[in-house]
Nanobody
Framework: QAQLVESGGGSVQAGGSLKLSCAAS??????MAWYRQAPGKERELVSN???????SSADSVKGRFTISRDNAKNWLYLQMTSLKTEDTAVYYC????????????WGQGTQVTVSS
């Protein structure tokens, strides 16, 4: 049974940093991603990373957020720096991209709140 469990969210002032973690289990190693959803907005892709470690990020977070993974331990990470108030959202870990887009498995989400 596939399971993704996020941790590391919290409240921080603008300019601060947070590191999100996602513990993965129950599925064959595959591409993973971080999404976020702010109040009143659609869920958006933040960063994704394939099995080999090739990553990409949304323009809004480039240079500030870094996605990484530890394949040996089945963990996914998102290091967030220079946080802005507009980064406030629930952040979701996702795994195993579908052929037609989207991901098969999702975590429950972790709240990140950035205050000015």
């Amino acid at each position: 049974q596939a399971q993704l469990v996020e941790s590391g969210g919290g409240s921080v002032q603008a300019g601060g940093s947070l590191k999100l973690s996602c513990a993965a289990s129950g599925f064959i190693r595959c591409g993973m991603a971080w999404y976020r959803q702010a109040p009143g907005k659609e869920r958006e892709l933040v960063s994704n990373i394939d099995v080999s470690g090739t990553a990409s990020s949304a323009d809004s977070v480039k240079g500030r957020f870094t996605i990484s993974r530890d394949n040996a331990k089945n963990w996914l990470y998102l290091q967030m720096t220079s946080l802005k108030t507009e980064d406030t959202a629930v952040y979701y870990c996702a795994a195993c991209r579908r052929v037609n887009g989207g991901y098969n498995y999702w975590g429950q989400g972790t709240q990140v709140t950035v205050s000015s």
